[in-house]
């Protein structure tokens, strides 16, 4: 009896402490003194402690010594390196860093949960650019990075933000201009093919992808050597279906970068082409094949050819991981014969910064330094294709890299006219993914390519209208 | 105090820390999720969500893709839960005998429940490769045909089934056990006599003296099976397509990858009513018999 | 509740045998199968055809794992929350049980029972926003409060079962000798279902420390528990599988060993105390 009395008045509190939580500003991280402009508001104007900038020449990195930070990275061979050397930092400034790196499903849905709670037990985070580069920005996780970058009392003048290639930095720019992310690395999409096996057909490197075709078509020889193998799975498909969308002329919105343009005769060829190549040439469960099926079964040596982000090539050439070490050949995706476009495109993470933080100037310290010269060219002799042109040109790279000269033509030229993989929507690009994923996987399974991309358009088309279809 | 007070505060106090402990902390959830459920918050809005009553459970019931989850949760559980019992009841019969090797035996038989499901379900993942995986290569020693296992929509729910029966027939097994255990002995001394009939007392007697153990271990393990999440998110992420896409998995992309706070508090609202129904509706089944 | 009785003869114990060894090849398959995996190298780890028994074997994979992650933290964090939990499940749930039992609260044990049917992923948001009022991110008490939620309902479960078989005399004559009824659960109850108890703490301990979803939440660096480690075998542009073998082989290891000690308790206990529910 008085028990159900005090249940009752404890969930009446509790209802009127939810409601007032959802009275509140959404959910967006807490405005805080040092947010207006980004350029520490409150806390830097209170200058340095111990090190002087009136004259600008000595920048100083112990400022936030003291401070500790919570950094959330997705697995990667960059958070590796950074994870190796993070001691350099700490000793360097003085500031302790708790470093956390999770798979990237997980370090998602980690930080989904800690942006819900305000943002402030997350300084800094790797983001996945094309997945997350507009829904992040509009929801307020991002904090905005020009302000810190003109600010010389706090950057370093090493960090010489000129040296990120020009694509890197656009895909780390909003349309209105708002840097969000620094770029650590680009994946851009190529081929691979097995040059034994085209050497003793006679084949020469594929021209167009109607030649792609036509080669699976030749080295097909199940259950020895299948012609072909790429992403099946809905959603990790989508990525790598943008690169023969656009090939092709496609894309997956019109100019004015909102409306889907999923079932126009471009986009209805590119999934022909894509869906078609999978249900034809490619080996048994490819529908459900993500990247990693797909790498794997190349690497193995059992398919002629593919084609994925570059840098998953570091394992090709490694004769303990591979079978296929020194056969491979690199070369641009080829164009459609009738379009001639070539496509690179590429997926992109980047370093940011959570809005939420209290911490931002010393968080801006560790973004300074994990995207440096310095780490960043170590990543690039550990196998990322980083974002720096210096690491990029540099001798140590060009000495100790393992990859052949051809894997870093291929690359370098992909850089030069790579784009995001995916559009920049105001959506959970992984609803998106699912949705339009779901379409191409079913043409793979033989349905008719026009209705299924008709499907996937109006699936789109509900889904920006805000009212999702699941 | 006088003694009836006296005795029920005793009660209160041996029953009061779990219950207690139970109810605080999962109050805050349970009433933030119902909460949530009726209004249209998405995780990544900045706007503050507005009340929409029963929107979202309209919505949800009016959804395909709900229904479909339901469907493969169902399917998929009344398929584990199928084989795992045949096996479990068989299994739990055979090592009730005595014989040698006994003890070795069933320790290894009931192994697979103490594995952790993420681990189990990746070295699973690399046995089904169509391709090069081990499974398949068995197949093809023996004269079967391969089979395309959590690579095709048809088969990948079977294929997901037979993992949850690997795993968990061991928990059936052992409560089988148990039941043979507390039977009375009369039993088996009439199937002795009997000798050669012994299979006939089997089936008529044996099994329905089980019957309450067998309700009793499949109860538990439905509850569990209905809210598989772990390894199908493991092995296929709910593909290919939607095709092995339990409700739990449905649920954590709505809350976590698509950001629908609100609709998914109330999927979460349904999907307990779901299993609730189910678990009463076998318990009520026992209880009538 | 008679005694156990077979009812064979002899001469099938070999066909017993038989029976029972075919069955029990799929199970020490898989095992297997994560054994051989963890001492292949890299290449043939994917091979085709899959070696079974001849090939080099490697522990390079071994030695990764356990120099890239942090694997002894882990191992003991994991041990810490696991241990934490049934320790904690015990001292809430045995009461608890008992109390059921012996006074018949059947409402009480729906209702306990009942909140095992939430799906436990709909906590971790409102959680997360809890824990963090308190402190409790990233503690050791934080994962064990969660996954008491789980582990002590079915302590419980288990152990109303256990405690039903005791006879009502029992108690009687205890409090006729003076117990109060706390000392008379603990003095003479509790060691009658010592097999109970400890069939339930297995279970609970391996629930606990399989647990993956909650510690991927609530925990951070300092307190990561096995299983979530296994997933960082899973890196960006590759999936290395001998690696991951023997993260798998390792994270499951101690719990088969603890089983293997155990497992004559658990059987024992499961089997003679009668889980009728």
Redesign the interface.
Same mark, same amino acid.
């Given at each position: 009896m008085f028990r159900k009395w005090w249940i009752g008045v404890? %969930?009446a509190l509790?209802?009127l402490t939810?409601?007032a939580c959802? %009275?509140?500003?959404? &959910?967006?991280p807490k405005e805080t003194a040092a947010d207006s402009g980004g350029s520490g508001g409150g806390q830097s104007s209170a200058q340095n402690e111990s090190g002087s900038k009136e004259d600008g020449s000595s920048f100083d990195w112990k400022r936030y010594s003291g401070t500790t930070i919570q950094v959330l990275f997705?697995?990667? !061979?960059w958070a590796?390196v950074v994870e190796e050397h993070v001691g350099e930092f700490e000793q360097l400034t003085g500031i302790k860093v708790?470093?956390?790196?999770? !798979?990237?499903?997980?370090a998602?849905?980690?930080l %989904?949960?800690?942006?819900?709670?305000g943002g402030q037990?997350v300084d800094a985070y790797m983001t996945a650019l094309q997945n997350e580069k507009a829904?992040?920005y509009?929801?307020?996780?991002y904090e905005p990075l020009n302000a810190y970058l003109d600010d010389p009392a706090l950057t370093s003048p090493e960090f010489d933000f000129g040296d990120f290639s020009k694509a890197a930095v656009e895909m780390g720019t909003q349309s209105d201009g708002t840097i969000v992310s620094i770029p650590i690395d680009l994946n851009p999409y190529v081929l691979f093919y097995r040059k034994d096996l085209f050497e003793a057909a006679g084949l020469d490197k594929p021209k167009t992808l109607q030649e792609v075709r036509e080669f699976a078509s030749i080295l097909h020889d199940p259950?020895n050597v299948?012609g072909y193998v790429n992403r099946?799975?809905? &959603?990790a498909n989508v990525t790598n279906f943008d690169v023969i969308l656009k090939a092709m002329g496609g894309d997956f919105v019109g100019p004015d970068g909102l409306t889907p343009t999923l079932n126009t005769p471009e986009a209805v060829r590119a999934v022909e082409w894509y869906s078609g190549m999978l249900k034809d040439f490619g080996?048994?469960?490819?529908? &459900? @094949?993500n990247w &990693?099926?797909s790498?794997?079964?190349f690497?193995?040596g059992?398919v002629a050819m593919t084609y994925d982000?570059a840098? @998953?090539a570091?394992?090709f050439e490694?004769?303990?991981?591979?079978?296929v070490a020194g056969k491979v050949g690199y070369m641009l995706i080829p164009p459609d014969e009738e379009t001639g476009i070539v496509n690179a495109d590429s997926g992109a993470y980047g370093l940011a910064i959570s809005k939420g933080s209290e911490k931002k100037e010393a968080t801006w310290l560790f973004v300074q330094w994990a995207t440096g010269a310095d780490v960043m060219l170590k990543a690039q002799i550990a196998g990322v294709g980083t974002t720096r042109q210096s690491a990029w040109e540099s001798k140590e790279f060009l000495d100790q890299s393992t990859m052949p000269p051809e894997w870093i033509e291929t690359f370098k030229s992909a850089l030069a006219i790579t784009g995001l993989n995916l559009p920049t929507l105001p959506v959970?690009m992984?609803?998106y993914r699912?949705i339009v994923g779901?379409s191409i996987?079913?043409v793979i399974?033989g349905a008719d390519p026009q209705r299924a991309m008709d499907e996937a358009q109006k699936g789109i088309e509900l889904l920006m209208k805000g009212a999702?279809?699941? | 105090m006088n003694a009836t007070n006296r005795i029920r505060l005793t009660k209160m106090l041996f029953i009061a820390p779990a219950s207690l402990f139970l109810f605080l902390i999962l109050i805050f959830p349970i009433l933030y999720t119902l909460f949530q459920s009726f209004y249209n918050k998405k995780l990544t809005q900045l706007t503050p969500p507005k009340f929409v009553g029963f929107d979202n459970y309209v919505r949800a019931l009016q959804n395909p893709e709900f229904w479909n989850s339901v469907q493969i949760t169902v399917t998929f559980t009344v398929l584990a839960l199928a084989m795992q019992t045949v096996l479990g009841v068989a299994l739990g019969l055979l090592y009730h005998q005595t014989f040698k090797g006994r003890g070795l035996l069933r320790t290894l038989a009931i192994m697979p429940m103490a594995a952790a499901p993420v681990s189990v379900a990746l070295i699973f993942v690399m046995m089904f490769n169509p391709t090069i995986g081990v499974l398949n290569y068995l197949l093809e020693q023996i004269g079967l045909p391969k089979s395309l296992w959590i690579y095709d929509s048809h088969s990948v729910v079977p294929s997901l089934a037979l993992v949850d029966t690997w795993q968990y027939t061991p928990i059936l097994m052992i409560m089988v056990m148990a039941g043979l255990a507390s039977l009375p002995s009369e039993v088996f001394e009439q199937a002795k006599i009997d000798g050669a009939r012994g299979w006939q007392t089997l089936w008529h007697i044996l099994l329905p003296m089980l019957r309450p153990f067998i309700v009793a271990a499949v109860v538990f393990r439905l509850n569990d099976a209905l809210k598989t999440f772990d390894t199908v998110y493991v092995m296929t992420q709910g593909g290919p397509g939607n095709s092995s896409e339990m409700l739990n998995i449905y649920l954590y992309n709505q809350a976590f990858a698509y950001f629908n706070t609100g609709y998914a508090s109330a999927i979460v609202i349904l999907f307990t009513l779901l299993v609730l129904l189910l678990v009463s509706l076998l318990i009520r089944g026992r209880r009538a018999n | 509740m008679g005694t156990v009785r077979s009812w064979k003869q002899p001469a099938k114990s070999w066909l017993m045998f038989a029976a029972a060894a075919l069955i029990s090849i799929p199970s020490l398959f898989v095992f297997y199968w994560m054994l051989i995996v963890s001492l292949k190298s890299d290449v043939d780890s994917q091979a085709y055809p899959p070696a079974f028994l001849f090939f080099e074997p490697s522990f390079k994979s071994y030695g990764d794992v356990l120099t890239e992650t942090p694997f002894v933290k882990y191992l003991i964090n994991t041990l810490i929350v696991s241990l934490g939990t049934v320790f904690a499940g015990l001292v809430l749930g045995l009461p608890a049980a008992y109390g059921i039992a012996r006074w018949k609260l059947h409402a009480w044990s729906v209702g306990i029972v009942a909140t095992r049917m939430i799906p436990g992923i709909s906590f971790l948001l409102p959680w997360y926003l809890l824990f963090r009022e308190f402190g409790l991110i990233d503690t050791y008490f934080g994962l064990i409060i969660a996954q008491l939620t789980i582990c002590l309902p079915m302590v419980i479960w288990l152990m109303i079962g256990f405690f039903e078989e005791v006879p009502a005399e029992l108690h009687d004559a205890a409090r006729i000798d003076g117990c109060t009824e706390f000392g008379s659960f603990v003095r003479i109850i509790l060691p009658l279902t010592r097999q109970g108890i400890a069939a339930s703490s297995i279970l609970s301990f391996i629930y606990a420390w399989n647990n993956f979803m909650f510690p991927i939440i609530l925990a951070g660096q300092k307190t990561r528990t096995l299983p979530a480690a296994v997933f960082s075998a899973m890196s960006f542009e590759q999936i290395n599988w001998a690696n991951l073998a023997a993260m798998a082989t390792l994270v499951t290891l101690p719990v088969l060993v603890l089983f293997g000690i155990a497992q004559k308790h658990i059987v024992a206990g499961l089997t003679s105390g009668g889980v009728k529910g």
């Open positions: 404890l %969930a509790m209802v939810l409601a959802n %009275a509140k500003s959404g &959910n967006g997705s697995s990667h !061979p590796t708790q470093l956390e790196v999770l !798979p990237e499903q997980q998602r849905q980690k %989904a949960v800690q942006m819900a709670a037990d829904i992040y509009i929801s307020g996780w259950p299948y099946g799975l809905r &959603n080996p048994p469960g490819v529908v &459900n @094949f &990693n099926e790498i794997s079964l690497q193995q059992k982000g840098n @998953f570091s394992q490694d004769p303990e991981k591979s079978t959970s992984t609803e699912d779901v996987q079913s399974e999702t279809t699941q | - | -």
